[in-house]
């Protein structure tokens, strides 16, 4: 009796504080320094050596704060089974064909509440950087999966993997992900994101899958950003929009398949 009543940490309320205190600790520098940039007409809230303090710093202390509250060994928290590394492949193109069909949500969801223009401009810093190409795609593409899939797909699911059913920890966390973000115009991708990182995690039980796939899909994000005009051009954008959404409908449909064949489900401890 007693351990069907025993919580293993995060539950759901504790997921919802960690993600708050990360959120609240990175927030306690930025208001400052951007109230300083703004009545003086600084550069401080965007500078390379602040980023790099605050974004290691933060996320340091909530991963130790969150191995002390979990009481278990790293491996556990942050599992790193084996698995079928051709995954990788239907990986890959799912989340390009999901990224064409989810488009056109966001497009559909423009047109009912169209975005400030602010807020694009705020948006669009996030992908750019002090040191060009190179400098986006550390931040984007290398350091923000990592230290988003370790607190999501490790801390968090763990807790919720063990206190409640699968298909609750993988809602939530990808809620939770979603919500993070802290971007309504973007929110059926990063939750679509969030939902196939953690079916990933519930079948492989590896961390290092959940990082690339996060990597795989900034990346992509990233290069259409940079490279729109001349994707323009290519034969897939010159049919018409209809055909391009039938074949990433069934790119995503017949990589979703491949990914469940070349995975299984990990049983997660629970004592």
């Known amino acids: 009796m007693n351990d069907i009543q025993t919580k293993y940490y995060p539950t759901i309320l504790g997921a919802i504080h960690l993600i708050v205190l990360y959120t609240f600790i990175q927030t ?14 600084t550069d401080y809230l965007f500078n390379p050596f602040k980023k790099v303090v605050l974004g290691l710093g933060s996320s340091f202390f909530i991963f130790y704060y969150a191995y002390r509250k979990a009481g278990v060994p790293l491996k556990e928290l942050f599992p790193s089974k084996m698995f079928n590394f051709l995954i990788v492949v239907p990986v890959f193109f799912f989340l390009w064909g999901a990224q064409n069909l989810i488009d056109q949500v966001n497009i559909a969801f423009d047109k009912v509440l169209p975005p400030p223009s602010w807020f694009w401009e705020l948006f669009n810093k996030i992908f750019e950087s002090d040191y060009g190409v190179y ?3 550390l931040k984007v593409v290398i ?5 988003e899939e ?13 206190n409640y059913s699968r298909f609750t920890a993988v809602f939530v966390s990808a809620l939770l992900f979603a919500l993070f973000h802290l971007n309504p115009w973007q929110f ?7 939902l196939v990182l953690g079916i990933l995690m519930l079948r492989t039980r590896n961390i290092f899958l959940c990082i690339l796939g996060h990597a795989i899909n900034n990346g992509l994000v990233l290069f259409s950003m940079l490279y729109w005009n001349d994707m323009q051009k290519t034969s897939f954008y010159q049919i018409s929009k209809s055909g391009q959404l039938m074949i990433s409908a069934l790119v995503a449909t017949v990589a979703l398949l491949l990914i469940f064949l070349l995975s299984r489900e990990r049983q997660v401890k629970t004592n």
Do not use: E, K, Q, S
């Open 28 to 41: 306690v520098v930025d208001f400052p320094l951007a109230l300083l940039d703004y009545y003086n007409g």
């Open 135 to 137: 400098g986006a795609i």
């Open 143 to 147: 350091m923000a999966p990592i230290i």
């Open 150 to 162: 370790l607190i999501f797909r490790g801390v968090v699911m763990h807790g919720l993997m063990r």
């Open 188 to 194: 059926p991708a990063t939750f679509l994101l969030g």
